[in-house]
């Protein structure tokens, strides 16, 4: 099956830092890439939805500024987290949808991230 | 998208079948019923999805009510790799974000 693999898996960073996740499909082409997010003991929530090429779309209540997404090629997606303060602590979950996939099991997850803001 | 109602938890035994449930009264004409599990500290899996028909796989088995307003993932023999948070979800367009409600919490005693 098509993976997605996500860099760094776990992160450490200072209150006040940026720091940026990759996501990357492995073998196959992603035209859409979307971002979740997860706290402990809760649901994944989605965060936005990334087309390559193109600014993402947020989900309400998501601030745009401070979750920065680039989605520069159909195979990579970052999220950046600006500034990020110990309530950014969280576990980042990407995933990928194959371009062209007609099927409706075509979105595919990464492994997260684990960020913690001290 | 339909909402889906699903036990918080349901516990089992290694090696014998589990039925995990899913209400979705809601559901429309157009939805797939979609079923992810996720492991501990990892990234949802895809399980199984279906429309209308029963569907079978290597990992379980989907039974979709006649009227589609219920469904239930089959785990035939449950293994203690089987636990996982298991999520029913409905996506009616193909290509949008699929929408995680709370799932079913599945724990499996040898």
């Known amino acids: 099956g098509a993976v997605v693999s996500q860099h760094p898996s776990r992160v450490i960073c200072k209150s006040g830092t940026s720091v940026k996740i990759e996501c990357r499909s492995l073998?196959?082409?992603?035209?859409?890439m979307f971002w979740y997010r997860q706290f402990p003991k809760q649901s994944l929530m989605l965060m936005a939805t990334?087309?390559?090429?193109?600014?993402?779309?947020?989900e309400q209540g998501v601030e745009k500024d401070k979750f920065l997404i680039n989605h520069a090629s159909l195979t990579l997606s970052t999220l950046t987290v600006t500034s990020a303060h110990p309530e950014d602590s969280s576990f980042y979950i990407c995933?990928?949808?194959?371009?062209?996939?007609?099927?409706?099991?075509?979105?595919?997850f990464g492994p997260g991230t684990r960020l913690t803001v001290l | 998208d339909a909402k889906t109602t699903q036990p918080n938890s349901m516990e089992s035994n290694e090696e014998e079948p589990v039925h995990l449930p899913c209400n979705h009264s809601?559901?429309?004409?157009?939805?797939?019923i979609h079923w992810y599990r996720q492991l501990p500290s990892q990234g949802p899996e895809y399980v199984i999805h279906?429309?209308?028909s029963n569907v079978n796989n290597r990992m379980a088995s989907l039974a979709i009510a006649e009227d589609r307003k219920s469904s239930t993932l089959i785990l035939h023999r449950a293994t203690l790799r089987d636990a996982a948070v298991y999520y029913c979800?409905?996506?009616?367009?193909?290509?949008?974000?699929?929408?995680f409600g709370k799932g079913t919490t599945l724990s499996v005693s040898s």
């Open positions: 995933s990928a949808r194959l371009a062209g996939g007609r099927g409706y099991n075509e979105q595919f």
């Open positions: 073998d196959f082409q992603a035209t859409t």
């Open positions: 990334s087309n390559e090429g193109s600014k993402a779309t947020y």
């Open positions: 809601t559901i429309s004409g157009t939805d797939y």
């Open positions: 279906g429309l209308t």
């Open positions: 979800i409905l996506r009616g367009q193909a290509g949008t974000a699929l929408i």
